[in-house]
């Protein structure tokens, strides 16, 4: 049960670490438990996909799942740059799409060790929980946090993280 839930934290860390810079947004409570959600889901979903149909997927369509996660989150961090410069009351809520990639960014990790979850001798139901209450845990505490930075450093801090996201996603693709 332990290595589960080291897996879970390790799992959950990209998760905290956006976080950080999206909960620059100044995200209300509200959109901080959604989006902690969606992001829970996704760690619940996506290993049990990779548990039972990972292998057939891989085999069929050979692609770099470091691309998709280099590609959202170039698309994110941009999004964030422009959105500083907008004027206060040009500033719209952030959708439920850009949610939804954040999750799928963020957990894309979790399909490929769903793959070998079942030769480590884990429960197939229990660590998928794991990793969902976990990484809900991870990024809402990285959201409250990253909130926290905004208000200190302001439209800097949207900026910074922007460009954090962005350098990220081109890491991805070195």
Do not use: W
Request: net charge positive; charged share 10%; glycine share 10%.
């Amino acid at each position: 049960m332990a290595l589960v839930f080291l897996m879970a934290i390790s799992l959950s860390m990209d998760a905290f670490s956006l976080a950080l810079v999206y909960g620059t947004f100044g995200i209300n409570r509200k959109n901080k438990i959604i989006l902690s959600i969606i992001v829970g889901c996704f760690h619940f979903v996506m290993p049990l996909f990779g548990m039972f149909i990972g292998d057939l997927i891989l085999s069929l369509f050979k692609f770099n799942t470091d691309i998709l996660v280099a590609i959202i989150l170039i698309f994110i961090g941009m999004q964030m740059v422009i959105s500083s410069f907008k004027k206060e009351n040009d500033f719209k809520p952030l959708k439920f799409s850009e949610f939804f990639m954040f999750g799928l960014a963020v957990s894309i990790d979790s399909f490929s060790l769903g793959i070998t979850l079942p030769n480590m001798g884990v429960g197939t139901i229990i660590s998928p929980i794991i990793f969902a209450l976990i990484s809900f845990l991870f990024t809402f505490i990285g959201l409250s946090i990253g909130n926290k930075i905004e208000k200190l450093l302001g439209k800097l801090a949207t900026i910074i993280g922007g460009l954090i996201l962005t350098i990220i996603g081109i890491l991805f693709l070195i």
